[in-house]
């Protein structure tokens, strides 16, 4: 009765848990001989089976796993918090028990019990010894799988119920409609919830055991095992080579065999048998036999293969083994082949280790150098076939490589291997034979001795160490500089160590450059691949003092009694080692002393105790020297440190300065914004060696002891760019941006920084400021007036220069004005004496010139893109304009400067870069106004080039004419001085020069133009005229006269003097004699004129009468000087300017002109002259002729400096 209420109390209990959960309940009887199991993985808490009985159902018992008893119903619920067709199984076992002809039961059924959940169904075989139980599929037959059944029905078949092995899938769907299997086989069928299962599935039967037989043929170099795990299902296999069989439970050995027949007593043997077949290849170091591993295809092909190929070769031989195909890929770990086809290649190497390596079909792998007698090895699944060949053989001689070394005395070569692989091993050739040794070798002897290593590249395999033991006195060393040698090995990896050891009361002193050394954590490595190291020995054992690199603040090492010093290069490292000097030090009971002189300025320089990161040698003390630089402050910085367990005395960390000692703990508060040399000193106790010891890793920061400048810098709104750089040498001075300490400060224009100065005078540090300035087109480019923008006033030193860069359009040109009237070149001779300087270069940085204000050049052209750079003390303080800037048309030239020269001082030209030579293929001009009634002198002074491509040019013309008065090449002689009449412009041209440079410097001096040869040609003509007209007064007649009168000239620029009643006049006037009169009537010709009182009265300004009936005595002035009008020579149009102008665009003067120096030729004539009678003067003033003819005017003479 207490039972059943315990169950009923249990049933409610779990239907109170499961009240919100799925439920499921049936009524369930299992057939006789079927054993079926309701079983859920899911706690108990929240799922179960439970069996449902009593009265009205109140009896329930709830279980994990329920089995039904065969042919019993029971009600059975179905409680779980989960899907109940997802949380339980159902398993269905039955037996087929079978003689050996027959089975029972004959069909194999399966009972419709429980669908809504997962079924497996399974079914043990039994039958007796050599007996077969044969499946006959109904419907559907079945394809084996590994990969899970889309239908949801799952065939499985074990050969043992023991063995999971064995186990093979299937879906329905396939081929195979027959299973034949032996006694303790299971099949089993899985299927999904609510899955309809055929009744009927297989038709079972028993029969004898059937074997398999096969022939085979296996070559003499071939042998083949075919053996199977003696624990797993009985097959024997049998060989049969005459009347009785030899057979073998397990294993069978074939080698040279010819159509043998194998037997097996089981009807798949290739479930249960694989073969290893073994191939042996001989080589010499020349050849292989075979020359490939090759294998019979056919040969077992629906069994396991196991393919293995031995491979003998001589010692000193290079094994190669290439693979067709696709190669191989190289396996890592516990990877496996997911086609079953693995390859294993293991090799001996010289000192007896086996090295092994494992692949799969499908990679980069094609080609494999081994070193040593080689096994290969090929796993192929069942039923998988293989190339013929697998893989082909060659050997050739190994290769090695010798070399000779000489150690220097008292020097101990040592060679040790670093690296397991590859195979090789380094000989001494002694007579009788070589020494060789895989591990190590020694050489102590000074003599030239020849290594050998049994390997190409021997240096990825053995390192090499270069040992020297230097012993001192009490006073002396017997080397006082350490130098590396750098002759042996170069490219191994070195460790040169020198073995120092000194008198066991002194300590060994190493001193090091000045430079210095930097101390770095143990193990670590140095930037430049040089890392030194230095140990001491104690009598307790090795401290490592600390690893070291160049460059630092460690200037002086002192270790104790006995050390050794390590320098560690890596392969193909140029050796440049430091130079240290090694001389006895002092008695010291310290492990080391380091002396330590920090640096100038804000540093933080980090030190370690000896064994760091292990622990300080017991019972010991180390000390460090300080030497702090003036005007700077120290701070003490404990980082990492650890406390040992004291056994005797403390801990103290020592601090000693000018006769003063403080002594404290690591966890005390450390000397801090101190100043002066001091002294540390840490002191280990006795301590207790099974625990944590004592270590240290601390800093020292140095800084100034001055207060800094802060400016903050704001440009973000700004066109400008500020540039600071450090240009003095004062150690002191320094300068941050954003708080880094740099040596120059960029602040770009658009951006904002903060800076800082701390002891910079203003002449350590220099400031420049920078604009960039342009427009994209000409046509809108707006003039532009530079000016020194006004900076920041935080600043604590002055402005030296302010840069425009100047971007020129495309096809534009840059146009230069001074605000105050000109520039003027500082050169030899003409330097500028005035405050502000400006700089003019190329954006490449070549220099047009250095110019200052109130000069000559009223303008400077440049086609590229420049630079003007004003300098001076302060130019901040310069506020007045310094440029005028615009944009024209692109020039021809590189470069134009317009100049006019000064009348009181010679003016000096000279081409960009001076005394430098001008850009190769670059052009230049200056186009010079001369003043009126000035001619100018010019002298040249010209290096010139070996030109490789094209010529240099220097050409002078006169503005407005096309003829040249000066062009020479660079193989042609420059003349040296030349006298130019009137405004000219001068052309430099370089070419592309093989050697030498191009440059010219040009001095010209105006002279005011002598009229000394006008005067006395005016006065030969004078006296010419008078004695004309006297002979035209006395011979001319009245009739001439007439006739004159009758007659016209006709004035034709570049035609001749004709008269049209006079056709038979061909000649020229200068050519004849017309001009010529046999006499003149003065009565005639000149009385009627002598009635006005004064030859000024009677001049008139238009004449169109003849007077000739009347005579009046002349009365005018005839020795009184007429007074001078000065009319100043027509200059041409100097504003657009080319380097070779057209006929058509060229200064063509309003009227013909001609030279003073002609004016007593008949081809001309005075304006002066009215047409009358007497061709008296109009007005006063110099001389102005006019040509009368074209054709007959001579060209006219150069001007030479003789004429002069």
């Known amino acids: 009765m207490r039972l059943r209420e315990t169950r009923a109390l249990l049933g409610l209990l779990v239907l109170t848990v499961f009240r919100s959960s799925e439920c499921l309940q049936t009524v369930v009887q299992s057939d006789k001989g079927s054993t079926v199991t309701v079983s859920t993985e899911l706690p108990l808490d929240q799922c179960a089976v439970c069996t449902v009985s009593g009265v009205n159902d109140t009896e329930t018992s709830c279980h994990s796993s329920f089995s039904l008893v065969p042919e019993e119903e029971v009600k059975l619920l179905f409680n779980c918090s989960q899907p109940v067709e997802q949380s339980y199984t159902v398993t269905v076992t039955q037996t087929i028990e079978c003689t050996k002809d027959a089975c029972s039961p004959a069909t194999v059924e399966t009972q419709p019990i429980l669908t809504e959940l997962s079924r497996s169904f399974s079914w043990e075989l039994k039958a007796p010894e050599k007996t077969v139980v044969s499946l006959d599929i109904l419907g559907d037959g079945l394809m084996e799988t590994s990969q899970p059944c889309t239908d949801g029905f799952e065939y499985a078949v074990n050969t043992s119920k023991t063995d999971g092995k064995g186990r093979t899938r299937y879906c329905r769907g396939g081929s195979v409609t027959r299973l034949d299997l032996a006694s303790e086989a299971v099949v089993s069928l899985t299927v999904k919830p609510k899955a309809q299962v055929e009744s009927v599935l297989f038709q079972a039967s028993a029969g004898p055991l059937k074997g398999r037989t096969m022939v085979v043929s296996v070559d003499p170099s071939t042998t083949a095992i075919v053996s199977r795990d003696p624990g797993g299902t009985e097959c024997e296999v049998c060989t049969v080579d005459g009347s009785a069989p030899n057979c073998s439970p397990t294993e069978k050995t074939l080698t040279n065999a010819d159509k043998l027949s194998l037997e097996f007593s089981c009807p798949k043997p290739q479930e249960m048998y694989s073969v290893r077949m073994k191939k042996k290849i001989e080589c010499t ?124 005395p008292e020097t101990i070569i040592i060679i040790s291997r670093v690296s397991d692989e590859p195979d090789c091993s380094v000989c001494v050739n002694e007579a009788p034979k070589p020494i060789c040794n895989p591990r190590h070798l020694r050489i102590t002897e000074p003599r030239n001795t020849s290594v050998e290593f049994t390997c190409p590249q021997p240096q990825d395999v053995f390192r090499v160490e270069i040992n020297r033991d230097i012993d001192c006195t009490e006073t002396s060393c017997s080397g006082d500089i350490v130098q590396a040698e750098s002759s042996l090995f170069p490219d191994f990896d070195r460790t040169f160590t020198w073995d120092l050891k000194v008198v066991s009361t002194r300590a060994f002193q190493l001193d090091f450059p000045e430079t210095g050394m930097r101390q770095i954590r143990n193990k670590e490595t140095c930037p430049d691949n040089h890392t030194y190291s230095l140990v001491t020995y104690l009598r307790t054992g090795l401290a490592t003092v600390g690893t ?27 050796l440049n080692p430091v130079d240290f000097k090694l001389k006895v030090g002092p008695e010291t009971s310290m492990v080391a002393i380091v002396k330590v002189n920090l640096p100038r300025g804000v540093s933080d320089t980090d030190f370690i105790t000896a064994n760091y990161p292990a622990d300080f040698p017991d019972d010991e003390q180390m000390q460090w020297d300080f030497t702090v630089p003036g005007m700077h402050n120290y701070t003490m910085h404990f980082h990492d440190h650890t406390a040992p367990e004291c056994l005797k005395r403390e801990v103290e960390v020592e601090y000693k300065k000018e006769d003063k000692t403080n002594k404290l703990t690591l966890t005390d508060a450390q000397p801090a914004h101190q100043q002066g040399n001091f002294n540390m000193v840490l002191k280990n106790c006795k301590t207790n060696k099974t625990l944590q010891g004592l270590t240290l890793n601390y800093s020292v920061s140095v800084m100034r002891s001055g207060h800094p400048v802060l400016c903050t810098v704001d440009l973000t709104s700004r066109r400008e760019s500020l540039q600071i750089e450090k240009v003095g040498s004062d150690p002191f001075c320094e300068m941050s941006i954003d708080s880094k300490v740099e040596k120059k400060i960029n602040v770009a224009a658009g951006t904002k920084a903060s800076l800082s100065f701390l002891d910079c005078p203003k002449e350590e540090v220099r400031l420049t400021a920078s604009e960039v300035i342009g427009c994209q087109n000409v046509s809108s480019c707006p003039p532009i007036v530079l000016s020194v923008p006004k900076l920041v006033s935080c600043l604590p030193m002055p402005l030296h220069s302010f840069t425009w860069h100047v971007d020129v359009p495309q096809d534009g040109t840059v146009n230069l004005v001074s605000p105050t009237g000109g520039f003027q070149q500082s050169l030899p001779g003409q330097r500028c004496n005035q405050s502000v300087l400006l700089n003019v270069a190329e954006r490449d940085a070549f220099s047009l010139g250095d110019f200052c204000f109130n000069g000559i050049i009223r303008e400077i052209q440049a086609r590229n893109n420049i630079s003007v750079t004003a300098t001076a003390h302060d130019i901040s303080k310069t506020r007045k304009p310094l440029l005028n800037v615009s944009f024209s048309q692109e020039i021809q030239e590189t470069l134009i400067y317009r100049v006019s020269p000064e009348t009181t001082s010679p003016t000096l030209l000279a081409t960009p870069n001076w005394p430098q030579g001008m850009k190769p293929s670059s052009t230049m001009s200056w186009i010079v106004t001369l003043p009126s009634q000035y001619q100018a002198h010019l002298n040249f002074n010209v290096s010139q080039p070996k030109c490789l491509y094209r010529h240099t040019a220097v050409t002078v013309k006169l503005l407005g004419y096309e003829e040249e008065i000066m062009s020479r090449r660079e193989d042609e002689e420059v003349e040296l001085k030349l006298l130019v009449p009137q405004s000219f412009y001068i052309n430099m041209s370089n070419c592309i020069p093989e050697g030498g440079q191009f440059g010219a410097l040009t001095e010209i001096v105006l002279q005011k133009k002598t009229n000394l040869l006008a005067i006395l040609l005016g006065l030969a003509g004078a006296v010419l005229i008078v004695l004309i007209v006297l002979t035209v007064v006395c011979v001319v007649t009245k009739k001439k006269k007439n006739e004159r009168n009758k007659e016209s000239s006709i004035y034709i620029g570049k035609g001749n003097i004709f008269r049209p009643s006079d056709g038979h006049f061909t000649k020229s006037r200068s050519d004849n004699e017309s001009h010529v009169y046999a006499s003149i009537d003065e009565t005639m010709t000149y009385g009627h004129l002598l009635s006005n009182t004064s030859y000024a009265d009677s001049m008139q300004d238009h004449y169109n009468g003849m007077q000739v009936d009347s005579y009046h005595t002349f009365t005018g002035p005839v020795d009184a000087q007429l007074p001078v009008i000065k009319e100043p020579d027509p200059e041409p149009e100097t504003d657009q300017y080319k380097t070779f102008l057209d006929p058509s665009e060229s200064f063509i003067p309003s009227r013909p002109r001609t030279p003073i120096d002609r004016q007593d030729s008949l081809g001309f004539q005075d304006r002066r002259m009215v047409d009358n009678e007497l061709y008296t003067f109009k007005s006063t003033g110099d001389i102005n002729t006019i040509r009368l003819s074209g054709v007959d005017q001579e060209p006219e003479p150069p001007i030479l400096e003789e004429y002069l």
């Open 548 to 574: 070291f690199c160049k460059g630092g603040s460690v200037s002086t090492i002192l270790g104790r009694y006995k050390g050794r010093v390590s320098l560690e290069v890596p392969r193909d490292t140029k």
């Open 285 to 408: 170091q020349t050849s292989c036999t075979p020359a490939a591993g090759d294998v019979d295809p056919s040969l077992f092909v629906d069994f396991k293969r196991s393919l293995t190929w031995d491979i003998k070769v001589p010692e000193r031989t290079v094994l190669s083994l290439d693979f067709p195909g696709d190669g191989l890929k190289e396996l890592s770990g516990a990877e496996s082949c997911k086609d079953g086809f693995q390859y294993s290649v293991s090799t001996t190497k010289s000192d007896g280790s086996v090295k092994a390596k494992s692949f799969c079909r499908g990679g980069t792998v094609s080609h494999l150098d081994l070193l040593g007698a080689t096994t290969v090895t090929v796993e192929v699944p069942k039923e998988e076939k293989l190339e013929q060949k697998v893989f082909s053989v060659k050997a050739k001689p190994r290769g090695s490589r010798m070399m000779s070394v000489t150690p220097d």
